[in-house]
């Protein structure tokens, strides 16, 4: 039984069933929100304090991919945070572009969502369709596909471990939020100054100071590098020319196996260097100040869909996705508290739902000649999915002002078992700790309290690392896993590659199918992942063309706002927990260091099109207005 | 449409000596990187259209002083960049501050009309495009 909320039971054989006797299932009651400036008692209480009380808005949010504001209450003299909003403040839009078109042209246009992460859409929109269709690729198709993936991980967790996130633990920031902290870590000696070099963790911290630090530069060049991996097969970074239904339309011969091979070695150095880096400098906050642990803090609710399929267990149908599942080199899993409550992608798959309480959306549930209602009672198994489940859901855009308590993102909340859940490149390490029966055991070796990574030797010696799953799960966390995800993205990589040599060894080269455009009715979904987490795309087709195409990133999971329940996203969650722990003398002087390392630690991307059709005419940059301007209530701010 | 990639295509066809035509439309800190690895350029010559409160169509030829913002915003525009977004103005600062644009960098734009999404371009940069590429060829001469 892997659901707490929703209305599922599982019968004798495992399969899902709606409990009997429970009328209306998936309906719920609205928790009402009263945010702080909305109510006049709580309000004056907090005023009479003296103005450490302050509302302070992020808008934008710098140094995350799209469009990101966030409102927060403070009271600086508490060091506590009172209120969180997370607001996605651009429509995206894909969802409305896509209706109506072949289902190939998906594979293309989604791709144009992120800037980073676009080779992603495009394979998870692929998988929707192999689904869709009933094709799967030759194993060197999935081979090709794996290596896609890792390289594109292994430009983004650099990027964003050192230009994005990184740059909040350089010298310029310490120094200026915490010189307490800058003065310490001059005499800090850092411990794995054998692998990285650097002798203090100063050292390290002046180096990360962006466009002058040696580590932000060499971050730069390392994202080069795989992206000369990737241009490879794909032809081009971040868009790929090359992902089709049904595998890879590009060819690959023995010279390309080696340039991607020359590569991704490069990577193991700079993996066992980066993991060193953010070790050192994550256990000297942690010993200056325990509270850093604080930091981001929120429960452990992972979800993740698994990614780089077995070449040889993929099939594509939703009938065995279970097993395909289970084989990929990071498998399925959804994390409840800490404990892996299933690893079956179907159950993952049902247990998803979207809601639009608190976002600019209609609800399609609620008929309106327009709705959708309930169209799938179950997915192709027979298993009850909800009537907010992706499949059914129709993306209503429904521009209003914003309001705290009502309507305030563009991002809706995605919920598993009505639970907000978190995902990044760490849920796949997670997942992989955790999981019995591993198969893939030649780099790597669950504990189940952590990850054993076997790395090669390359410039640097063969090395035993370990990720251990933390006591307490926060920002620093969340940057040290995504440090050993280089690795981890890594040494699959390397393993793919040996598979590829050996499939060419034995002349098993083709990398695609061929494949026709169904006209009948057919559904879909992709399960993958994108640098930052979970990524699926849920697509119905009819008559050759998309009838419904749904989306849900890593960034809408995390960067939710509060469902109806009142529960609120996750990054919403994790700011409303960090304690302020920042050097401030006056209420002025705060720069929010330790809420903008919590946001960044989820290394938000907020894929951004601002493009909506509205019948005949094109809306071009429909801005939501800024976190500061909220409805017009005669607050100053 | 986009205006520079569409340029550039059709640059190309014309094969003039000593003259090299790239859609760099692609990654303003790689291009960056690849400016840095070839040979240094005499000149280079940036072309799109760009958002500027100007008369729709309006074409301006300029040289770029090389000024560039301070270091925060550098840094935004290197974020900006990296994380997907391409404008010719995050790739003059982005080239700018990491290197690889030679002394003289000339720039033709073009005021767009509608800057939403779908085949072709307005009316009003369909008639302004002979125009934009012949702004191009001048600020190739010597």
Redesign the interface.
């Given at each position: 039984m892997c659901f707490k909320n929703l209305p599922i039971e599982f019968d004798e054989q495992g399969n899902a069933r709606l409990k009997e006797g429970v009328a209306n299932p998936y309906s719920y009651e609205v928790t009402e929100v009263t945010p702080i400036e909305q109510d006049e008692e709580k309000l004056k209480e907090l005023l009479s304090r003296n103005g450490h009380i302050r509302r302070v808005d992020f808008d934008p949010v710098?140094?995350?991919?799209?469009a990101l504001a966030f409102h927060t209450v403070v009271d600086l003299e508490n060091r506590r945070v009172l209120e969180t909003d997370s607001m996605a403040t651009l429509f995206r839009g894909y969802e409305v572009i896509l209706k109506g078109r072949d289902p190939r042209d998906a594979i293309f246009i989604s791709s144009r969502a992120?800037?980073?992460c676009?080779g992603v859409h495009s394979t998870t929109s692929a998988l929707a369709l192999e689904m869709a269709f009933g094709i799967h690729p030759p194993p060197m198709g999935i081979v090709a596909r794996n290596l896609l993936l890792s390289l594109e991980y292994l430009y983004d967790h650099p990027?964003h471990l050192f230009?994005?996130a990184g740059?909040d633990f350089s010298e310029p920031a310490v120094r200026e939020t915490n010189p307490e902290l800058w003065e310490r870590a001059q005499h800090a000696t850092a411990p794995s100054k054998a692998t990285h070099g650097y002798g203090t963790i100063a050292e390290l911290m002046t180096d990360m100071t962006?466009?002058t630090g040696k580590l932000y530069a060499e971050a730069?060049?390392m994202?080069?590098v795989a992206?000369e991996a990737y241009v490879l097969i794909g032809g081009?970074?971040?868009h790929p020319q090359t992902i089709v239904p049904g595998g890879i339309s590009a060819t690959i011969d023995v010279s390309d196996f080696n340039e991607i091979h020359l590569r991704i070695i490069k990577f193991f150095d700079y993996g066992q260097k980066v993991v060193a880096i953010w070790n050192d400098l994550v256990e000297f906050f942690y010993e200056a100040n325990p509270q850093y642990r604080d930091v981001g803090r929120r429960p452990k609710r992972l979800i993740e869909p698994g990614q780089w399929d077995d070449p040889f267990a993929y099939d594509g149908t939703y009938e065995n996705a279970d097993t395909w599942g289970r084989a990929r080199w990071a498998p399925p899993g959804v994390i409840v508290d800490g404990e892996l409550v299933t690893t079956k992608l179907t159950q993952l798959n049902i247990g998803v739902e979207e809601f639009v309480e608190h976002s600019f959306y209609e609800d399609w549930t609620a008929g309106n000649g327009n709705g959708n209602g309930h169209r799938f009672e179950t997915d192709p198994l027979g298993n009850p999915l909800s009537p907010y489940h992706p499949w059914n859901k129709e993306t209503i855009p429904k521009p209003s002002g914003t309001n705290w308590k009502e309507k305030y993102s563009w991002s809706t909340s995605p919920r598993w078992d009505r639970m907000a859940m978190e995902t990044g490149a760490y849920s796949r390490i997670w997942a992989n700790a955790l999981a019995n029966d591993y198969s893939h055991l030649n780099h790597f070796e669950p504990t189940g309290d952590g990850l054993k990574f076997n790395v090669p030797g390359s410039s640097l010696p063969a090395a035993e690392h370990e990720w251990k799953i933390p006591e307490v799960w926060g920002a620093f966390e969340r940057n040290r896993g995504r440090a050993y995800c280089i690795l981890y993205s890594a040494l699959i990589a390397y393993e793919n590659l040996l598979i590829g040599l050996d499939l060419m060894k034995k002349g098993d080269t083709t990398t695609s199918v061929p494949h026709e455009v169904p006209k009948d009715f057919r559904i879909g979904a992709g399960f993958w992942g994108a640098g930052r987490g979970y990524l699926t795309h849920h697509c119905v087709i009819d008559d050759g063309v998309i009838e419904n195409y749904q989306i849900v990133t890593p960034s809408t999971w995390m960067a939710s706002p509060k469902d109806p329940f009142g529960n609120p996203g996750p990054y919403e969650e994790a700011v409303a927990a960090t304690p302020l722990l920042e050097n401030y003398e006056r209420p002025e002087d705060f720069k929010g260091i330790d809420v903008l390392r919590t946001i960044r630690s989820f290394d938000p991307?907020m894929p951004c099109?601002t493009?909506i059709h509205t019948d005949s005419r094109?809306?071009?940059?429909e801005v939501i207005t800024c976190a500061c301007g909220v409805d017009d209530d005669g607050h100053e701010h | 449409m986009s205006v520079g990639p569409w340029v550039a295509d059709q640059l190309a066809k014309a094969r003039a000596s000593g003259v090299e035509v790239e859609d760099v439309s692609?990654?303003p800190?790689?291009f960056s990187?690849n400016l840095q690895e070839r040979e240094p350029y005499e000149r280079v010559v940036l072309v799109g259209s760009v958002e500027r409160r100007r008369a729709p169509g309006t074409v301006e030829a300029y040289r770029w002083d090389g000024e560039l913002p301070g270091?925060d915003e550098?840094?935004?525009r290197?974020?900006e960049a990296?994380?997907?977004?391409?404008s010719l103005d995050n790739t003059l600062i982005v080239c700018g501050?990491?290197g690889g644009l030679p002394d003289e960098v000339r720039v033709v734009e073009v005021e767009p009309e509608?800057?939403?999404?779908?085949d072709g371009f307005s009316r009003t940069i369909e008639e302004r495009l002979p125009e934009v590429l012949e702004a191009v060829w001048s600020s190739t001469r010597p």
């Open positions: 710098t140094r995350v991919a799209g992120c800037g980073v676009g990027l230009l994005l740059p962006p466009l730069l060049h994202t080069r992206r081009k970074y971040p991307c099109t493009h094109v809306i071009s940059r | 692609y990654h800190v790689g990187q270091r550098i840094q935004e290197v974020s990296v994380t997907g977004v391409i501050a990491l509608d800057q939403g999404w779908g």
